[in-house]
């Protein structure tokens, strides 16, 4: 155990006995209350009395230079009588000098103007390289579309098989429930106009031209341009990508290219996928509220429209490309430290659906000047 | 230092394997209070997975390992904590969290152990950092150092509860010659102020001669322990021929991955 006790023999000198052991345990305890005994009474000469002190480790050596630091920033005095040699000897070794605090706390509005600032320019610094990117990549797509034979297809479709086949699956349910669900709110509505058979019609519409095509990117992006950008992070923290730049081999040739084109490959087949479960989930919707089966067919039939399938789907080829090239970006673009791959990940998906949405509220716009 | 006292960490019968492939058999060695004790061996011997079985991040096979009289073979719960603190641990590549500044790194253990202020902890951490010379790095993240820096960096944390001691896991491996003996001078720094005893896996000559009281020497096809005994010793001396090669740096060493 170890006690403090305080004689004040005088009113500008205050004296702390210590004695125990001063260790992480013990310490705690001591440290407030002698910060407090200090703060209150101000003392122009503090004398530690420590020949009482039996043991001390860096807990203790630490609250014997905070009380030598705070007398020495007041302008006071410290003497520490009786300390053993050893102790003494670790005192010197450990004093890291006082620290200066104001400085760090200095959070004034001077660092906040300057917090803003940086902060815009990063953000500006993101667009531009985003925008570099974007033409980077443009270039050795369209290289690597004329000279087919450069690309590496092998990986391409291992890529291919990564982000479209082995994501059949939840394309279909998730498209299927998403045709059942609307076509079920849609059926309540629509009672009241009599009108329940052109639930087929909206739901055919809504998912050639929009949902499907929309879905299938979220799903897309939370899937394949995350780990594109787990994927680049983790090689760049690995310092493979430097080994393939030293090699000669360009990383967005290498890398992102084939992941680009796959995506793109992709895309299109997904939201077919996507389109046609979604229809399956309607149609099973219309039957169960007593519509025949050759009805609600017909009636699917008569509102797909090639122009409505055929605008989505070329809309799912700029989402593929926006998908994938922001993951690889944003996997390009990981800093070090393990959180840094977990971060690339995030962003990679964030950036990817707002990216999809804004390249979906320009295409409608395209579309609607287009008359399509 | 009192070499005569009872050893601080006692390895008995220790047989380590991964399933069926046995990678050290009976190793049996004591280390004393106070002592800069290395384990060294060639590529691939096994010196890091025994220095993991000290740590108790593994269980061996067979065997038992006292730290300071407890064995953290069978310990749990809060007696495998206790021995826990007693230690601390340096990794090879540093292993400090990426998402935290120095300071923060080395309060983490604190936050955890000790019921101290933050003030109380921020000092310690000071202190520590202070005393491997990067006081003035504490507010910097891992990833802004070099790796001799991460190295310090990594003992400080390691010291953060005053371990009795130290294991360091390759201190030397990947930095220049200054940087090392920096690392070098370090350990007898602490040594000799703080009584702690090291543990030191390494197979960097230069390092060993300078630091080591003792070293023990494994063998990937012996599986076991080749030679003890201090270093110089060990150079001249050693009935073991590929022993004095190793120590000799003589590259016609008969055993593999010399």
């Not at chain 1, 002190?53 to 014997?64: F, H, M, Q, T």
């Not at chain 1, 001077?110 to 033409?135: C, K, M, P, Y």
């Not at chain 1, 297809?153 to 098989?161: H, M, N």
Request: hydrophobic content about 50%; some cysteine.
């Amino acid at each position: 155990m170890a006690s403090i006790d305080y004689q004040k023999l005088h009113e500008d000198q205050l004296t702390l006995v210590v004695t125990g052991r001063l260790d992480a345990e013990t310490t705690g305890r001591l440290w407030s209350e002698a910060a407090r005994k200090v703060t209150e009474t101000k003392p122009k000469v503090l004398i530690v009395e420590a020949g009482g002190v039996e043991y001390c480790d860096g807990a203790g050596v630490a609250l014997l230079l905070q009380l030598k630091h705070s007398q020495e920033e007041s302008g006071g005095q410290i003497q520490i009588k009786g300390l053993r040699p050893q102790f003494e000897q670790l005192m010197v070794l450990f004093d890291p000098g006082r620290t200066d605090k104001s400085e760090q706390e200095d959070a004034s509005l001077a660092s906040s103007i300057e917090n803003v600032g940086q902060l815009t320019f990063r953000l500006l610094q993101d667009v531009r390289l985003q925008v570099s990117f974007i033409g980077e990549l443009s270039v050795k797509l369209v290289r690597a579309l004329t000279h087919p034979g450069n690309l590496r297809w092998r990986d391409t479709l291992v890529i291919a098989e990564k982000s479209g086949a082995n994501a059949v699956g939840i394309t279909a349910l998730l498209g299927f429930l998403i045709g059942l669900i609307l076509a079920f709110q849609s059926t309540v509505a629509m009672r009241k106009f009599g009108a329940e058979i052109f639930v087929a019609d909206l739901v055919t519409i809504s998912l050639f031209r929009e949902l499907g095509p929309l879905l299938t990117a979220f799903i897309l992006a939370s899937r394949s341009g995350s780990a594109f950008a787990a994927e680049l992070g983790t090689m760049k923290i690995n310092e493979e990508i430097d080994a393939l730049t030293t090699m000669g081999l360009d990383p967005v040739r290498f890398l992102v290219v084939p992941r680009v084109i796959a995506a793109v490959l992709v895309m299109p087949l997904l939201t077919m996928f996507n389109n046609f479960f979604g229809l399956i989930g309607c149609g099973l919707v219309m039957i169960s509220v007593g519509f025949a089966p050759a009805a609600v067919l017909n009636q699917i039939r008569e509102a797909a429209f090639l122009g409505d399938l055929f605008g989505g789907l070329v809309k799912t080829l700029v989402f593929g490309t926006l998908i994938a090239g922001i993951g690889c970006l944003r996997g390009l673009q990981t800093g070090t430290g393990a959180s840094a791959v977990g971060d690339s990940a995030t962003r990679a998906v964030v950036s990817g659906i707002i990216a999809i949405v804004i390249a979906d509220g320009v295409f409608a716009v395209v579309f609607f000047l287009l008359g399509i | 230092m009192d070499v005569d006292t009872e050893p601080i960490i006692r390895v008995d019968d220790l047989t380590v394997a991964y399933g069926d492939n046995v990678i050290l058999e009976d190793v049996n060695f004591e280390v004393k209070p106070g002592e800069i004790f290395v384990i060294l061996g060639g590529s691939g011997c096994g010196k890091s997975t025994l220095l993991k079985h000290m740590i108790s991040l593994h269980e061996p096979a067979k065997g038992h390992i006292f730290i300071d009289g407890m064995d953290i073979v069978a310990a749990e719960g809060s007696e495998r904590l206790e021995i826990l603190r007693r230690i601390g641990v340096m990794y090879q590549q540093g292993a400090l969290f990426g998402s935290m500044n120095l300071l923060d790194n080395i309060c983490l253990v604190l936050e955890e152990f000790t019921d101290l202020s933050r003030d109380a902890m921020e000092m310690i951490a000071l202190m520590k950092l202070n005393i491997v010379g990067l006081a003035d790095a504490a507010h910097k993240m891992p990833s802004e150092l070099s790796g001799g820096m991460k190295k310090r960096a990594a003992i400080a944390r390691a010291m953060a509860l005053d371990p009795k001691i130290l294991f360091l896991d390759e201190p030397s491996a990947g930095l220049d010659p200054i940087t090392s003996a920096q690392v070098d001078e370090l350990i007898l720094k602490l040594s000799e102020n703080l009584t702690m005893t090291f543990v030191i896996v390494t197979h960097e000559l230069p390092s060993i001669f300078t630091v080591a009281d003792r070293v023990v020497m494994l063998d990937k096809n012996a599986k076991t322990i080749i030679a003890t005994g201090k270093p110089d010793e060990l150079r001249d001396k050693s009935d073991n021929p590929w022993v004095r090669q190793f120590f000799n740096r003589q590259a016609d060493a008969e055993t593999p991955e010399s």
